[in-house]
């Protein structure tokens, strides 16, 4: 079956760094995707990798091992604001999302 | 660029009404568009999949006949909840696929809109 796995919740302090992990099972793939979603609002696009390695965009960067089915969203320089779920999702064969049920992150002073 | 826009955001009504909610894809066209729903405190669950000129796919356990989607155009997909009742109170998200950016089919989601059955 399809299956993404990532922590249910983090606490992280402001000003410093944390790594979300991802692991992820599908049929075929297409690439992973990571979204923000602030409570009560709708998700936000931050990422996309479909290659190996580190992409890095401001303070965040995420990366990917294909062999591995491993994925990380990387936030640095932690802000309040960063308080929010972190979606991955991974793309299968048929170009359908496949949703991890989301890592809540609280960001404490 | 990339922007999907959703109305209404909020919407109360009576036990046994319908509801139309509108998600349009405003710089870019949309082959496909999705309909997401989520209850509090849990994650995105996927409904249906809109196809512009064809019949939407729903997700195992999604009653078609309830929850009637049309996808007219490239940029516009309604989803309609018929005889709505408390129990479909809740946040349902749209979300359409650029299949032309430079991100290649990346998702972009509408603010969501809020249901509240009375």
């Known amino acids: 079956g399809q299956n993404i796995d990532q922590p249910t919740e983090m606490t992280a302090t402001e000003g410093a760094i944390v790594q979300i992990n991802c692991t992820y099972q599908t049929s075929g793939f297409n690439g992973l995707f990571w979204y923000q979603q602030h409570a009560g609002e709708a998700p936000t696009f931050l990422s996309y990798?479909?290659l190996d390695g580190l992409e890095e965009k401001g303070r965040f960067s995420s990366f990917l091992s294909r062999s591995k089915g491993y994925s990380y969203l990387l936030l640095k320089e932690l802000q309040m604001k960063d308080s929010a779920s972190y979606l991955c999702a991974a793309m299968d064969s048929n170009y359908q999302l496949i949703w991890g049920a989301g890592t809540k992150l609280i960001i404490k002073p | 660029g990339a922007v999907v826009s959703q109305h209404p955001s909020w919407v109360i009504c009576k036990s046994g009404t319908s509801v139309k909610i509108e998600c349009r894809s405003l710089?870019?066209?949309?082959?496909?568009m999705f309909w997401y729903r989520q209850f509090p405190k849990q994650s995105l669950m996927l409904m249906a999949t809109?196809?512009?000129?064809?019949?939407?796919?729903?997700e195992q356990g999604v009653e078609k006949d309830k929850f009637l989607i049309n996808h007219a155009s490239l940029t516009l997909s309604t989803l309609t909840v018929t005889s709505a009742h408390p129990e479909d109170s809740s946040f349902y998200i749209c979300?359409?696929?650029?299949?032309?950016?430079?991100?290649?089919?990346?998702?972009?989601f509408g603010p969501g809109t809020r249901l509240l059955v009375l």
């Open positions: 809109s196809n512009e000129g064809s019949k939407a796919t729903y």
């Open positions: 990798n479909v």
């Open positions: 710089d870019f066209q949309a082959t496909t």
């Open positions: 979300s359409a696929r650029d299949e032309g950016g430079g991100q290649v089919e990346t998702q972009y």
